[in-house]
């Protein structure tokens, strides 16, 4: 199984501030399609996970600009801009490349 | 709108079976990859199971946890899919959600216990 493997964040992060979440994955998650299938959830506390970035880079329909996704095939960024008070809760990366879809283990943001 | 509501989850004995529906509305099911996810403290998200649409005569996928125990389908007439879950094992407790990764239920609970 591909195992996904995520970065901890310096709590609390000063609100306004940007932060970068990292992830990485143990096999290269690009695809002769040319598309890298990664994909980056928000679960805010009491919620269900939150679709917010896919193929590595590209943003779900409604997901602020200030979130953005950057990456190689097997190390990835999820950049916020500018935390809100709205961005609280864990962040985790998932491969869609192969079966079993895997997700990472998850990366807590709280704000100041 | 987009809803997807699990419902058909509780409390149930170790070797017993539970099945777990879908019910979603507000966008185009019948051509939808859907999946169940579920969560739990110990394993955090762990995909268990996906199906596609009819045009690949509804495919399905499983994690090797719960491969030969559970059963996903789906009835593309009511726009829902099953989680057909038997032999249950304690560590199948968790939260199930179904989702096409897009959109997410609100998940359901399911306790397996004596």
């Known amino acids: 199984d591909i195992v996904m493997t995520q970065g901890a964040l310096p709590n609390p992060v000063p609100s306004g501030e940007s932060v970068s979440i990292t992830c990485r994955s143990s096999?290269?998650?690009?695809?002769?399609?040319?598309?890298?299938?990664l994909n980056w959830y928000l679960q805010r506390p009491g919620q269900s996970p939150q679709l917010l970035i896919y193929?590595?880079?590209t943003r779900a329909s409604g997901v602020s600009d200030r979130f953005s996704g950057s990456g190689s095939g097997t190390d990835f960024t999820l950049k916020i801009s500018g935390v809100e008070a709205e961005d609280v809760g864990v962040y985790y990366c998932?491969?869609?490349?192969?079966?079993?879809?895997?997700f990472g283990s998850g990366t807590k943001l709280e704000i100041k | 709108e987009v809803q997807l509501m699990e419902t058909g989850g509780g409390l149930v004995q170790p070797g017993k079976s539970l099945k777990l529906t879908c019910a979603t509305s507000g966008f185009t099911f019948s051509t939808a990859w859907m999946n169940w996810v579920r969560q739990s403290p110990e394993k955090g998200l762990e995909w268990i199971a996906r199906?596609?649409?009819?045009?690949?005569?509804?495919?399905?996928e499983y994690a090797e946890s719960v491969k030969g125990r559970f059963t996903i389908s789906r009835d593309d007439s009511k726009s829902s899919i099953y989680l057909q879950m038997n032999s249950l094992k304690e560590e199948d407790t968790a939260t199930y959600y179904c989702?096409?990764?897009?959109?997410w239920g609100q998940g359901v609970m399911v306790t397996v216990s004596s």
């Open positions: 096999k290269s998650l690009l695809y002769s399609d040319g598309k890298t299938y």
């Open positions: 989702t096409p990764f897009d959109y």
């Open positions: 998932q491969q869609g490349l192969e079966f079993p879809f895997t």
């Open positions: 199906i596609k649409p009819k045009s690949t005569n509804y495919a399905t």
């Open positions: 193929w590595m880079s």
